[in-house]
């Protein structure tokens, strides 16, 4: 069986701190794809990046990086210099290989705070 | 570029009503669709997913119905709303059902059922 889990429910952070989300999965398949999506208020989930598990090399976007190690089966997600606007629900996801559905982690709840 | 939008954004049903949710994708051809559910305070859920015109699978049994009359076309429907239906639906586009697609998500509808 597939599962993300996203142990952290909410976080509240003041502007400019750096801040991880946590995300664990488990999943038998060998082949499988992570995700990390946002959802602002507005409700539209917005994808930020997929990995796959083959490629475990560490990626930063601006002030945001992630950190993928199967040895611990972890895929991390840190904002650097937080800003308001970063404040959201964020979801981690695994797709494998029987199809291409989603299974979510609950989601992290980030507040930003100026 | 492709886009994905559905409506109505917002809805209140009586307890009991239909109810029908529509999605359209545009700028790709033959994209697999799905439903998603986020009940409030919850994770996401996925309803239906469907490859192909009249194609449908669900993954979870429920007064909900799919539909895919058209290549870039997918509604949710419901002959008698229930208390428990109320949420935010989210239909969602993919390339393809090879694992690890990037899936892409519309705006959201809020169905509040009174």
């Known amino acids: 069986a597939q599962k993300v889990t996203q142990a952290q429910t909410e976080i509240s952070v003041v502007e400019k701190e750096d801040v991880t989300l946590d995300c664990v999965y488990e999943t038998r398949d060998t082949t499988y794809y992570l995700f990390w999506y946002k959802q602002p208020p507005s409700g539209e989930l917005v994808f930020l990046i997929r990995r796959n598990s083959f490629d475990e090399q560490n990626e930063i976007s601006g002030r945001y990086s992630w950190n993928f190690q199967k040895s611990t089966s972890s895929f991390n997600f840190t904002i650097t210099a937080s800003q308001v606007v970063d404040s959201a629900v964020y979801f981690c996801?695994?797709?494998?290989?029987?199809?291409?559905?989603?299974?979510f982690g609950g989601g992290t709840r980030l507040m930003v705070k100026p | 570029s492709q886009t994905i939008h559905q409506w109505p954004a917002t809805l209140v049903q009586p307890v009991g009503s239909p109810l029908s949710l529509e999605c359209t994708v545009e700028g790709t051809s033959n994209p697999n669709l799905y439903w998603y559910r986020q009940a409030a305070g919850r994770g996401l859920q996925l309803l239906f997913y469907?490859?192909?015109?009249?194609?449908i699978s669900s993954e979870v049994p429920q007064n909900l119905s799919a539909s895919r009359p058209q290549d870039r076309q997918f509604i949710l429907s419901s002959k008698k709303l229930l208390l428990s239906d109320s949420g935010f639906y989210l239909c969602?586009?993919?390339?393809?059902?090879?694992?690890?697609?990037?899936?892409?998500f519309g705006e959201g509808s809020w169905l509040t059922v009174v």
């Open positions: 996801a695994l797709s494998f290989n029987a199809g291409n559905m989603l299974t």
């Open positions: 469907s490859v192909g015109i009249g194609q």
């Open positions: 969602a586009w993919s390339l393809g059902i090879s694992s690890g697609n990037t899936i892409y």
